[in-house]
């Protein structure tokens, strides 16, 4: 059974990973930034937030509208949005749009997986990313707050 945008962006990454979201944008020549599910919410009128580094070149190439690939259990959701704009905020960049349309996309007979796993278990470094995106996750919920700082 498929699970809804909103759920799947709710799982934000643990210790073992999580879903890698790509983000691409509509400018000329277009950009792409990976994210987490941590980088990306989901406003109550369908606006999507997106959290990236204040240097990454969607900030610059955004065009007025991304597109985010979305991994689901068996398939992708390609969520289109209309209406971007992208604004720098110290180190971090919110990107947001207006949610024009979401439709799964398959490959039939292939199943497409994406997502990203550490190095190493027990890495001390992992505890700082997931710390980075507990508070990218609540400032793209309310972003007059304090922006997040990356951890690298």
């Given at each position: 059974m498929s699970?809804?945008?909103?759920?799947?962006?709710?799982?934000?990454?643990?210790?073992?990973?999580?879903?890698?979201?790509?983000?691409a944008t509509s400018g000329t020549p277009p950009a792409m930034a990976l994210l987490s599910t941590g980088d990306v919410f989901l406003t109550t009128d369908d606006?999507?937030?997106?959290?990236v580094y204040g240097t990454s070149s969607v900030v610059s190439r955004?065009?007025?509208?991304?597109?985010?690939?979305?991994p689901d259990d068996t398939r992708m959701?390609?969520?289109?949005?209309?209406?971007?704009r992208a604004s720098v905020h110290g180190d971090v960049a919110l990107v947001e749009g207006t949610l024009a349309?979401?439709?799964?996309t398959a490959e039939p007979p292939w199943t497409t997986s994406m997502v990203f796993t550490p190095e190493r278990h027990g890495d001390p470094r992992i505890g700082g990313f997931l710390e980075y995106w507990r508070a990218a996750r609540s400032w793209l919920a309310d972003p007059s707050s304090p922006p997040p700082q990356p951890p690298i």
């Open positions: 699970r809804s945008l909103a759920e799947i962006l709710a799982d934000l990454p643990d210790e073992s990973g999580g879903a890698a979201i790509v983000l606006r999507v937030r997106c959290c955004l065009g007025g509208a991304f597109t985010l690939l979305v959701l390609r969520v289109e949005t209309i209406d971007a349309d979401v439709r799964p």
